[in-house]
C-alpha cells in the first residue's frame, strides 16, 4: 500500500477501534443511547473507558517508537526492551522501591524503575559492543538471557522479602486496572515520541556506528544516551502503569519497515500508529473473546509477538544462510 494512502487508512482504523474500546465491556454503554446515559454509565465511561482507551494508544505509541529507537541504534532489527532486557530491568527496580520503601509512592517507583530500566538497557549495549559474533539472530538470544537472568534475581528477591504477588502484578500486562487517576505517567510517552522524532536523523547516523558518526560530526555518545533514556522512561511508565507488553516494540516497527523501508523520520509517525492500532485491536479481542470475562493484554501481545519473533529469526536465519 501506498504512504499517501497507508496514513489514512491507519488513522481511519484507529478512529474506529478508538469507538469500539470505548463502548465495548460488561457495562452497557452504547453510542446510540450516548446522550442518554444515566449517571452510572457516565462514571463508567468517563472514569474507566476513557482512561483505558488512552492509556492503550499511549502504550501502543511509546513502545512501537521504543522498539524502532532500540533497533536503530543497536542495528539489529530483532533488539527491542523485551529482547535487551530494559523491561526486566525496570521490574526490579520497582521492586527495590518496594523493598526500600515499604508502600512506596508512584513517583519512587517511577523513579527507581527508570534508573534500572537505564542501566539495564545500558549493561546490554555493553555487553553488544564486546560481542566479537554479532549474528543478527544471535544478539537478541543474549538479550533474552541477560533479560531473564535479571528476572530471575527480581524473583529471588521477591520471595526473599515475601513481594512475590506483588512483583507478579507487573509481570503479565493488564489494561483492566486502569481507572482514571491511575494511568496519567503515560503521558510522558508524548514529549518521549516528539524528542524521538527531532533526533531522528541523529539515530540513524549514530546506527552507522560511532566512526561514521564522529566523522559527519555528530556526538555519538550523546545521541546513544538521548536515545537509551527515552526507551528507558517509555518501558518505564509502560510497565509501572499497565505491566509488561512482551514483544510489542519489537514486532511494530518490523511490520513497518516490511512495508515502508528503513527511514527512520518517515517511520516514527507510521510506527506510532501502528502500535496504537495494533495493542487496541489486541485488547478488544481479548475483551470479547470469553465476553463477560477478558484475557489480559500481555497474553495476547505475548502470543501474537512471540509467534512474529520465531517467525523473524526463522526468516533472518534463512537470509544470513542464502
Given at each position: 500500500m501506498k504512504r499517501s494512502l497507508l496514513i489514512p487508512v491507519l488513522s481511519a482504523a484507529l478512529v474506529l477501534l478508538t469507538a469500539a474500546s470505548l463502548f465495548v465491556g460488561v457495562t452497557d454503554v452504547r453510542l446510540s443511547g450516548l446522550f442518554r446515559l444515566d449517571d452510572d454509565q457516565v462514571m463508567v465511561l468517563l472514569t474507566s473507558r476513557v482512561p483505558r482507551t488512552a492509556a492503550i494508544i499511549l502504550a501502543g505509541v511509546g513502545m512501537g517508537v521504543a522498539g524502532l529507537i532500540m533497533q536503530q541504534l543497536s542495528r539489529n532489527k530483532f533488539v527491542s526492551p523485551t529482547t535487551s532486557g530494559t523491561d526486566d530491568s525496570a521490574r526490579l527496580g520497582i521492586l527495590v522501591a518496594m523493598i526500600l520503601f515499604g508502600s512506596a509512592s508512584t513517583m519512587q517507583k517511577m523513579i527507581l524503575a527508570l534508573l534500572f530500566a537505564l542501566a539495564g538497557t545500558y549493561l546490554f549495549m555493553l555487553i553488544l559492543d564486546r560481542?566479537?559474533?554479532?549474528?543478527?539472530?544471535?544478539?537478541?538470544?543474549?538479550?533474552?538471557?541477560?533479560?531473564?537472568?535479571?528476572?530471575?534475581?527480581?524473583?529471588?528477591?521477591?520471595?526473599?522479602?515475601?513481594?512475590?504477588?506483588?512483583?507478579?502484578?507487573?509481570?503479565?500486562?493488564?489494561?483492566?486496572?486502569?481507572?482514571?487517576?491511575?494511568?496519567?505517567?503515560?503521558?510522558?510517552?508524548?514529549?518521549?515520541?516528539?524528542?524521538?522524532?527531532?533526533?531522528?536523523?541523529?539515530?540513524?547516523?549514530?546506527?552507522?556506528?560511532?566512526?561514521?558518526?564522529?566523522?559527519?560530526?555528530?556526538?555519538?555518545?550523546?545521541?546513544?544516551?538521548?536515545?537509551?533514556?527515552?526507551?528507558?522512561?517509555?518501558?518505564?511508565?509502560?510497565?509501572?502503569?499497565?505491566?509488561?507488553?512482551?514483544?510489542?516494540?519489537?514486532?511494530?516497527?518490523?511490520?513497518?519497515?516490511?512495508?515502508?523501508?528503513?527511514?527512520?523520520?518517515?517511520?516514527?509517525?507510521?510506527?506510532?500508529?501502528?502500535?496504537?492500532?495494533?495493542?487496541?485491536?489486541?485488547?478488544?479481542?481479548?475483551?470479547?473473546?470469553?465476553?463477560?470475562?477478558?484475557?489480559?493484554?500481555?497474553?495476547?501481545?505475548?502470543?501474537?509477538?512471540?509467534?512474529?519473533?520465531?517467525?523473524?529469526?526463522?526468516?533472518?536465519?534463512?537470509?544470513?544462510?542464502?
Open positions: 560481542i566479537k559474533f554479532k549474528d543478527a539472530v544471535f544478539i537478541p538470544l543474549v538479550g533474552l538471557m541477560f533479560g531473564n537472568i535479571v528476572s530471575s534475581i527480581t524473583t529471588f528477591f521477591a520471595y526473599r522479602y515475601d513481594l512475590l504477588q506483588a512483583v507478579t502484578t507487573w509481570l503479565q500486562g493488564n489494561f483492566a486496572l486502569v481507572i482514571k487517576g491511575r494511568y496519567e505517567l503515560l503521558y510522558l510517552a508524548v514529549p518521549a515520541v516528539l524528542a524521538a522524532y527531532v533526533y531522528a536523523n541523529k539515530f540513524t547516523i549514530a546506527g552507522m556506528g560511532e566512526d561514521f558518526a564522529i566523522n559527519l560530526g555528530v556526538n555519538y555518545k550523546r545521541v546513544v544516551n538521548i536515545g537509551l533514556a527515552l526507551v528507558s522512561l517509555v518501558s518505564a511508565v509502560v510497565i509501572l502503569t499497565v505491566g509488561m507488553l512482551p514483544f510489542l516494540g519489537l514486532i511494530i516497527p518490523n511490520l513497518v519497515s516490511m512495508f515502508q523501508g528503513d527511514h527512520l523520520r518517515r517511520n516514527l509517525p507510521l510506527t506510532a500508529l501502528v502500535g496504537a492500532v495494533f495493542l487496541l485491536a489486541c485488547d478488544i479481542v481479548g475483551r470479547l473473546i470469553i465476553f463477560p470475562y477478558e484475557v489480559p493484554i500481555g497474553l495476547t501481545v505475548g502470543v501474537i509477538g512471540s509467534a512474529m519473533f520465531l517467525y523473524l529469526l526463522w526468516k533472518g536465519q534463512r537470509t544470513s544462510e542464502a
